[in-house]
């Protein structure tokens, strides 16, 4: 494994654009990091759920919010609004939605310990 490794959002390694969202994946052996950028009207539960079939986000999140706001319903009735430059993590079991008329840009990160814990000592 090299030192140093650079790839672009230019060129991801997976890229989604459901409804109002263009995410861009880049994988690190197994770390992953996503930039989603929803567009103002963009709703999980209208732009998402449609692809996976769930009644709410079943995936947990870490991240931070680049630009924008998004409201977060969680399945057990906690809610929070989120704003440019915060810091989050989500749990599984969710929905949530741009506010206002400024696009939402979040950066996210993903691994497994496990995996994680591998990658590192080779």
């Known amino acids: 494994m090299s030192s140093i490794e650079t790839k672009a959002w230019s060129n991801p390694d997976e890229a989604m654009t459901p409804d109002k969202t263009h995410a861009a994946t880049i994988k690190f052996g197994p770390v992953n990091i996503t ?7 963009w709703k999980w539960s209208e732009c998402i759920k449609p692809h996976v079939g769930t009644d709410s986000c079943q995936a947990g999140h870490i991240g931070v919010l680049m630009q924008g706001k998004i409201h977060v319903v969680c399945d057990d009735g906690s809610e929070e609004t989120i704003s440019a430059g915060s810091a989050y993590r989500i749990a599984p ?18 691994t497994t310990e496990k995996e994680f814990a591998a990658w590192t000592k080779g």
């Not at 930039?35 to 009207?41: E, I, L, T, W, Y």
């Open 35 to 41: 930039k989603a950028n929803m567009q103002p009207g």
């Open 93 to 110: 079991g969710h929905d949530a939605w741009v506010i206002g008329d400024e696009p939402a840009l979040g950066i996210e990160f993903s």
